[in-house]
């Protein structure tokens, strides 16, 4: 027997037992399904959706800074830029 005609009779079984082990777990399968009888459907139970109610914001009105405030603002900006980078 040559080779290729062995690899040829190999891939035939392998396709034939594949086709006869399919063949037994479906039959499997449905003898399963025969014996637990009719399949009962659950019904499926709605939810009713609750609708949320908006609530009302009340807007913030912004508050103008005092001079003073501003002032001391301004301070901060100005003394954070002119911080030392390198000490060498």
């Known amino acids: 027997m040559s080779h290729s005609s062995m ?5 035939q079984h392998q396709k034939t037992r594949k086709l006869l082990d399919v063949a037994a777990k479906l039959a499997k399968r449905l003898a ?5 009888g009719p399949a009962v459907k659950k019904e ?3 939810k009713e959706r609750v ?18 405030e501003l002032g001391r ?4 900006k100005s003394s954070a830029g002119t911080g030392k980078k390198g000490a060498s």
């Open 7 to 11: 690899l040829k009779a190999r891939r």
């Open 32 to 36: 399963k399904q025969a014996l637990a």
């Open 44 to 46: 499926k139970v709605k």
């Open 51 to 68: 609708k949320k109610e908006k609530v009302k914001t009340e807007k913030v009105k912004k508050v103008k800074l005092t001079s003073e």
């Open 73 to 76: 603002q301004d301070a901060k």
